[in-house]
Nanobody, 119 residues
Framework: QVQLAESGGGLVQAGGSLRLSCAASGGTISIHNMGWFRQAPGKEREFVAAIWWSSGRTTYADSVKGRFTISRDGAKNTVYLQMNSLKPEDTAVYYC????????????WGQGTQVTVSS
């Protein structure tokens, strides 16, 4: 497993932007892809976006397409989530996750960072 540390959450008004960062350390050579998930109060955790480490291919949840962009910096072992046109319903704890090449699901998780969008 790799260690993941998120940063960049905070409070923003609707229509604003935030950029989340997720720094990976330890065993990063084994990463197949990384993703962002979120969990709002009283709701289940949901997928937001993912990026394949070698190819850079990305995929997004329909609810964030056109507003959020996931990217990576291989030299820094860091994944970013640029969030634009934020809505109150984007309010949640955002988690970074990594999937190793030998695994079929995400096996490393960060501690989460709070994003709050006020109306």
């Amino acid at each position: 497993q790799v260690q993941l540390a998120e940063s960049g959450g905070g409070l923003v008004q609707a229509g604003g932007s935030l950029r989340l960062s997720c720094a990976a350390s330890g065993g990063t050579i084994s990463i197949h892809n990384m993703g962002w998930f979120r969990q709002a109060p009283g709701k289940e955790r949901e997928f937001v976006a993912a990026i394949w480490w070698s190819s850079g291919r990305t995929t997004y949840a329909d609810s964030v397409k056109g507003r959020f962009t996931i990217s990576r910096d291989g030299a820094k072992n860091t994944v970013y989530l640029q969030m634009n046109s934020l809505k109150p319903e984007d309010t949640a704890v955002y988690y970074c996750a990594a999937r190793a090449v030998t695994m079929t699901q995400y096996d490393s998780w960060g501690q989460g960072t709070q994003v709050t969008v006020s109306s």
